[in-house]
């Protein structure tokens, strides 16, 4: 159960990742020891599961956002984990996410342009033995990109 004060020690690390010991402390009015005991136990909990830029895809490069339902045409355990292995091994895929309904999985794709993407789609993604079908939604805007997690 998190208590008052891990939840704002978690806020302000969401909005900035970098800040100091001594900043986060103050930000969350704390002394040191215990802001700095807090984390560690926060990141022993698994709370905390590690720590990371956010980049841009845009200035990278990666002018594609796409997502991508996809179903499988066999739901043995085989059929499934040899499809979670082979996406896991593209660096297009930037996240994987079974779910429920018409599609058995939702992955989120990156890629420069149309192009790339349709090299990547027919390339990579099709031949993936047991793949059913794929249906591909592009993002035309970003309207509320993905910032942190409410706590």
Not at 95 to 119: E, F, K, M, N, P
Request: with cysteine.
């Amino acid at each position: 159960m998190l208590e008052q004060e891990d939840i704002r020690i978690l806020r302000a690390m969401q909005r900035n990742g970098r800040i100091t010991n001594a900043e986060l402390a103050d930000t969350v009015g704390m002394s040191a020891s215990p802001c700095w005991r807090r984390v560690r136990r926060l990141e022993a909990d698994g709370v905390i599961r590690g720590y990371s830029a956010q980049l841009s895809r845009r200035a990278l490069g990666l002018g594609v956002l796409a997502y991508v339902s996809v179903e499988i045409a066999d739901h043995s355990a085989d059929i499934t984990a040899a499809f979670e292995a082979a996406i896991a091994s593209f660096d297009e895929i930037i996240a994987c996410h079974q779910i429920t309904g018409g599609a058995d999985y939702i992955l989120t794709v990156v890629s420069r342009d149309l192009d790339s993407y349709a090299a990547f789609a027919n390339s990579k993604l099709r031949p993936i033995p047991g793949l059913k079908s794929i249906s591909t939604s592009f993002v035309l805007r970003e309207a509320k990109p993905q910032t942190g997690l409410p706590v």
